[in-house]
T-cell receptor
Framework: GAVVSQHPSRVICKSGTSVKIECRSL??????MFWYRQFPKKSLMLMAT?????????EQGVEKDKFLINHASLTLSTLTVTSAHPEDSSFYIC?????????????????FGPGTRLTVL | KNQVEQSPQSLIILEGKNCTLQ??????????LRWYKQDTGRGPVSLTI?????NTKSNGRYTATLDADTKQSSLHITASQLSDSASYIC????????????FGTGTRLLVSP
């Protein structure tokens, strides 16, 4: 099946620094990727939709200047957490639907990356 | 408001036993319902996907059911194994856009020897 990778798998940084997380579709092209964050024992919450070649679409309550998303190619989307604070510590997961039937009502599988554990000290 | 609720929140069973996890949803318009398995510190992995017209779908020892009238789904795990210990997430796809997913809070399953 399709594979989505993330790098790094875990990162520890100091408060105030910026952290970049990469999401790659390894064997398929993804014009759209999704970024989620997950707090301990909580469900995934969609942060933004990353669109190749255009601006990302952010969910309500997510600061676009805080979480910068760049979808520079059909296989790579990056999430940069700027000026990180301890409350940004979380598990960040990306996903991508493989090409095929697209759009409303699609049964397209959405493949999730393994996640990145961010700890801000 | 689109919501997906799961029960129980957590569950402990003995290895070899069966169990059933529940999912209730209020999502409209409904597209499909998915069950995912998420190991600790890993991304979710798909187990089943069901459309409105499907009542049941199996994937090995996992069997999902869907009652679109009552907006309920269940995931039955047969002959549990230690490796089944994980969180199981019910996810409903909204039929208004591309891949808009509503996630349940998950059921944490622990299979003990």
């Amino acid at each position: 099946g399709a594979v989505v990778s993330q790098h790094p798998s875990r990162v520890i940084c100091k408060s105030g620094t910026s952290v970049k997380i990469e999401c790659r579709s390894l064997d398929f092209q993804a014009t759209t990727m999704f970024w989620y964050r997950q707090f301990p024992k909580k469900s995934l919450m969609l942060m933004a939709t990353s669109n190749e070649g255009s601006k990302a679409t952010y969910e309500q309550g997510v600061e676009k200047d805080k979480f910068l998303i760049n979808h520079a190619s059909l296989t790579l989307s990056t999430l940069t957490v700027t000026s990180a604070h301890p409350e940004d510590s979380s598990f960040y997961i990306c996903s991508a639907p493989p090409p095929g039937l697209a759009g409303v009502g699609s049964l397209n599988e959405q493949f999730f990356g393994p996640g990145t554990r961010l700890t801000v000290l | 408001k689109n919501q997906v609720e799961q029960s129980p929140q957590s569950l402990i069973i003995l290895e070899g036993k069966n169990c059933t996890l529940q999912c209730n949803y209020t999502v409209s318009p409904f597209s499909n319902l998915r069950w995912y398995k998420q190991d600790t510190g890993r991304g979710p992995v798909s187990l089943t996907i069901m459309t409105f017209s499907e009542n049941t779908k199996s994937n090995g020892r996992y069997t999902a059911t869907l009652d679109a009238d009552t907006k309920q789904s269940s995931l039955h795990i047969t002959a549990s194994q230690l490796s089944d210990s994980a969180s199981y997430i019910c996810v409903v796809s909204v039929n208004t856009g591309f891949q808009k997913l509503v996630f349940g809070t998950g059921t944490r399953l622990l299979v003990s020897p």
